[in-house]
């Protein structure tokens, strides 16, 4: 009892019941009214998309400017499908297809592009997914052009939630195996790990196939929320708002992303009170952040319990030395204090 | 036959505006290895500034060209040493991610100045009004101004690379910038120099596309700025022929696609085409292939 107690994954999932325990208390005493469910909506989302992203662009080191593209495959396929079935079970069946979809397109994109290294790569990516999104406005009888789909809500928060916590245990168990370890090894040095015997373009064809089908989940997800989908809504800027995430976070650090996500998110509607300068002031933030923390936020470090109690004893640590610091000044005044008296 | 040499001559024009706005970007990243997406948002504000000229100071067309080319200078140097100096160590990606945020920076800063609504150029009449025939083509002096201009800036941009001291520094810097270093090149100046030049060519394309499509908007350097890009890369980036090359190429090919019917597919040509070059010589038409030595 003890031992499974104390194993890392009874902890993990009892913070994640937690979570969605205090989560679903606010949701149902209405303190997280609508529109606050849609930021959180919107959270979710974000944390598939940049956690996904990341596994390509951070762990693999393959740069992707065209994640939307694969997003936007997956939100029109489950659309279409969940138009044609409209029940919880055919939403389902969308995600599977929306997630297999984008996953076929990551491959097929992913087979020709990924020989191309560094900002060329991103450059091909950026021009697929425009390409897709092109397609999606000219394909006028399926996708009704560049006025969209209009999509019935399927999901609430709970579903998000539980898709979101399914991305990021496979995605980080995929980094803990061999296949893993293979693609974080093409990050550090492509040439080496060629040398050593790993088949480089079979694992970068994998993560960008793997990252592809995590971006058509969230693109159903949008879809079966967000009541309509368009092509524009899955432009360039979509694609750069994901790869500011995954940096903000840091470069192969999924908690990183997670937290960058959820920070960016709130940063956002918190700036909705000055609709003005909203962007405005998100572009600078941006800016300034990456002059002062290029590295993004944590780095490529991970956040864990473990690192929660080195905080501790760091902060402890602190405090121990200001408050020494402060015994120090109070005897030395009290010194000064003395020493006149002893002079006299 | 007609048809086919009348998009020829309206295929120059817009090429001649990608190849201005291209040069900027090549030369950029062929210096510091930045996709500088902040780029296409001078080229805008090159637009608004001439905009400003002819219509509130009652400008003629060529100071309002050069006061644009000024200012944008001025800017593009701002945005390097403000935004990009202090990152010069810094990854590549933190680098990348600052230029989108100076872009969004630019964009939005223009739309809350400007409002975001399409401003339209003032009809310039006079010389610049009229067009000629030739058979049954129809040229516009519009066309003939645009070509004239950037095949004006063109060679002096190829004397200033290679003629002057500092061009030589530009082409010193961007093969190894370390041992430039050492043979006495102050490479902060000379990157700033080549945001300068950069910058200006992108305001005179802004100006000048404001003269041929009569409308400018806060975001109108988005689609042209990848674009342009594309063109960049077609030709082989870092390369200055190539950029212009590229960006002759791709305004053909966007015209004779949107000419031959296909104006909804025209953005998604121009991309296939990049991904085709990237895929069978991924260096560019212009691009030598570098082996990697380990």
């Not at chain 1, 399914?166 to 550090?188: D, P, Q, W």
Request: glycine share 10%.
């Amino acid at each position: 009892m003890k031992k499974i107690l104390k194993a890392k994954g009874f902890k993990m999932l009892t913070a994640l019941v937690l979570t969605y325990i205090i989560i679903q208390v606010l949701v149902s005493t209405n303190i997280i009214n609508d529109y606050m469910q849609a930021t959180l909506v919107t959270i979710f989302i974000n944390i598939i998309l940049a956690v996904s992203l990341n596994l390509i662009t951070g762990f693999t080191g393959q740069f992707s400017l065209g994640h939307a593209g694969f997003m936007s495959i997956g939100a029109y396929t489950c659309a279409l499908i969940t138009a044609r079935i409209p029940t919880t079970w055919g939403f389902i069946l969308g995600v599977l297809a929306a997630a297999i979809v984008a996953s076929i397109a990551g491959y097929l994109v992913g087979l020709p592009t990924l020989r191309l290294r560094g900002d060329y790569l991103a450059i091909a990516t950026l021009g697929m997914s425009e390409i897709i999104r092109i397609i999606f406005i000219n394909m006028d009888d399926i996708t009704n052009g560049a006025a969209g789909l209009l999509t019935k809500r399927f999901v609430n928060w709970t579903w998000l939630f539980i898709f979101t916590v399914i991305t990021v245990y496979f995605i980080s168990n995929f980094l803990k195996s061999t296949h893993g370890r293979a693609c974080i090894s093409i990050r550090e040095d492509e040439t080496a790990s060629e040398a050593v015997g790993i088949n480089t373009t079979k694992y970068k064809v994998m993560a960008f196939t793997i990252g592809s089908f995590f971006a058509g989940i969230a693109g159903a997800l949008y879809a079966s929320y967000f009541y309509v989908i368009k092509p524009d809504i899955f432009n360039f800027n979509k694609s750069v708002n994901i790869l500011v995430i995954v940096v903000f976070g840091g470069l192969g650090s999924l908690s990183g992303s997670v937290v960058s996500a959820i920070v960016l998110a709130l940063v956002s509607s918190f700036l909705q009170a000055f609709s003005d300068v909203q962007m405005i002031l998100y572009s600078l933030l941006l800016i300034i952040i990456m002059i002062f923390k290029p590295g993004g936020l944590l780095g490529s470090r991970e956040l864990s319990i473990a690192m929660l109690g080195d905080w501790r004893a760091f902060i402890g640590e602190k405090f121990k030395a200001l408050r020494s610091r402060k015994e120090k000044k109070t005897t030395a005044k009290e010194d000064l204090d003395n020493d006149p008296v002893e002079n006299k | 036959m007609d048809q086919l040499l009348q998009q020829i001559i309206n295929g120059i024009s817009l090429g001649s505006i990608y190849a201005l706005i291209a040069l900027g970007y090549t030369m950029v990243y062929g210096i510091i290895k930045l996709i500088n997406f902040a780029h296409c948002d001078v080229y805008m504000i090159g637009a608004y500034i001439g905009f400003v000229c002819i219509t509130s100071l009652k400008l003629g067309l060529i100071p309002a060209l050069l006061i644009a080319m000024a200012i944008c200078t001025i800017l593009g140097v701002l945005i390097e040493r403000i935004a990009y100096r202090p990152l010069r160590n810094a990854t590549r990606i933190a680098v990348l991610i600052t230029a989108i945020g100076v872009s969004l920076l630019l964009e939005n800063g223009m739309i809350l100045i400007a409002s975001p609504q399409v401003r339209v150029y003032p009809q310039i009449d006079g010389l610049l009004a009229k067009s000629f025939d030739i058979g049954r083509i129809t040229i516009n002096m519009k066309q003939v101004l645009i070509l004239a201009t950037t095949i004006i800036l063109m060679i002096l941009l190829q004397f200033i690379v290679k003629r002057t001291r500092i061009g030589k520094a530009m082409r010193a810097v961007s093969l190894d910038t370390e041992a430039a270093q050492l043979m006495g090149i102050n490479v902060d100046t000379t990157i700033s120099f080549t945001f300068a030049i950069g910058s200006a060519l992108a305001g005179a394309a802004g100006v000048l596309v404001g003269v041929y499509y009569n409308s400018i908007n806060p975001l109108m350097g988005l689609l042209p700025g990848l674009k342009a890009f594309v063109a960049a890369v077609f030709g082989g980036i870092g390369i200055i022929p190539g950029a212009m090359l590229g960006g002759y190429f791709i305004g053909m090919v966007e015209t004779m696609v949107a000419g031959y019917g296909g104006s909804m597919f025209r953005d998604a040509v121009v991309f296939a085409i990049l991904i085709f070059i990237l895929i069978v010589k991924p260096t560019g038409l212009l691009g030598k292939n570098v082996r990697e030595k380990v």
